[in-house]
């Protein structure tokens, strides 16, 4: 599969994999509403590969997602 993860973050036994979306301020739906149900699938799927290339052991794994519109940055913990 093609594609990136735009973030990566560890902190102890967690590891957080996060979308980074922009939009124009007063975009319909708003950055938040690009990461589709597909994004979301693609991202897990990356993020599967990921793991299985860094050889990490059993660790807890989130996936967020930060919003920027306009100036607005929103960070999603958890988003999906």
């Given at each position: 599969?093609?594609?990136?993860?735009?973030?990566?973050?560890?902190?102890?036994?967690?590891?957080?994999?996060?979308?980074?979306?922009?939009r124009r301020a007063g975009s319909p739906g708003g950055a938040v509403a690009a990461v589709t149900p597909a994004?979301?699938?693609q991202v897990r799927t990356l993020a599967e590969s990921?793991?299985?290339?860094?050889?990490s052991p059993a660790i807890d794994v989130r996936f967020d997602?930060?919003?920027?519109d306009g100036v607005r940055l929103t960070h999603y913990e958890s988003a999906f």
């Open positions: 599969m093609q594609g990136d993860i735009d973030l990566v973050v560890r902190r102890d036994d967690l590891i957080v994999f996060c979308e980074v979306k922009a994004k979301q699938a990921w793991l299985r290339a860094a050889g997602v930060v919003a920027i």
